[in-house]
């Protein structure tokens, strides 16, 4: 594990204000999906190379040899162009992918499932776009190259009222990459891309909580990510405190909700959420 879980590499060889004009685009394609499938969550993903081509390949199992463009690429040139540019440094990149977090949503922190080398490059900013990893909270910025540490516990949250944050992931092969400099040496994050934060204080912890209960009231639990929930795990975006933290304190919400109710599910939820805590399985897992 890096001592850092994140890292500002060199400069991006990508103009920002062509990888902005992407985001754009990249969000129009998003919006179209939508269209055809209301139910799709907040964080989408679509694939710009993959192991086939085909633009509804999402699979993320490792596989040989190399990625190959999806048509996605002709709709976002300068993101397909920073990834050529990846691969011609060295990395064996297998998948990248356009991700779109809607407003108000949140990727689920996680350790990920998979042993891959990360880069993210943000194609929009905004303060209120905010990543978490471990003690980190950073807002990257348009067009920067960063390098992310997936052994951390991390998650992604969308805290602005109403615009999408996209984002281009790219994915390489450990073992078959060979490392430019600027992935191999020391990772920075500068201080101007830290977010303060609030203390986790009592007084914050109690507000939180009663805004959490606010919410189950207008909402009952549900096999995904009640709003509810969703509060309390989003909370590292706003205050110092890390995913793990948040994670016990949501479980710690469901056992005060079993004991107050005296019924089973809430004490079902709390063995949820143990069994989920940065961990990267699909929430319709087997027990949800
Ligand atoms: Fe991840």
Redesign the pocket.
């Known amino acids: 594990m890096r001592e850092l879980a994140a890292g500002l590499l060199s400069p991006c060889p990508v103009d920002p204000g062509r990888l902005t004009a992407d985001a754009e685009r990249g969000l129009a394609a998003v919006a179209r999906f939508r269209e055809q499938d209301s139910s799709l969550p907040g964080w989408v993903n679509l694939p710009l190379f993959n192991r086939s081509g085909a633009p509804d390949d999402y699979t993320l199992e490792a596989y040989e040899g190399s990625a190959r463009e999806t048509p996605l690429c002709a709709e976002l040139p300068a993101a397909a162009e920073l990834v050529r540019w990846v691969a011609d440094q060295g990395l064996s990149v297998e998948v990248a992918r356009l991700a779109v977090l809607e407003p108000g949503s949140q990727l689920r922190a996680?350790v990920?499932e998979y042993d891959r080398l990360?880069l993210i490059v943000t194609l929009n900013e905004d303060p209120a776009f905010r990543h978490v990893l471990g003690d980190l909270c950073v807002s990257f910025q348009a067009g920067e190259l960063w390098a992310v540490d997936?052994h951390t516990c991390?998650g992604a949250a969308n805290l602005h009222p109403h615009r999408a944050r996209a984002a281009l992931l790219i994915d390489a092969r450990p073992e078959s990459s060979r490392l430019p400099d600027w992935y191999a040496s020391c990772w920075e994050v500068p201080p101007a891309r830290c977010l303060s934060r609030a203390p986790w204080d009592e007084p914050a912890r109690a507000t939180r909580l009663a805004e959490a209960r606010a919410l189950l009231e207008a909402t009952p639990t549900t096999p995904e990510l009640s709003p509810a929930e969703a509060h309390l795990l989003s909370a590292p975006y706003s205050f110092e405190l890390d995913h793990s933290a948040a994670y016990s304190s949501l479980v710690d919400f469901c056992r005060e909700l079993a004991a107050e109710h005296g019924e089973p599910t809430w004490s079902e939820r709390a063995e949820f959420w143990e069994a989920r805590a940065c961990r990267?399985v699909p929430l319709e897992a087997a027990g949800a």
């Open positions: 996680h990920d990360r997936g991390h990267c």
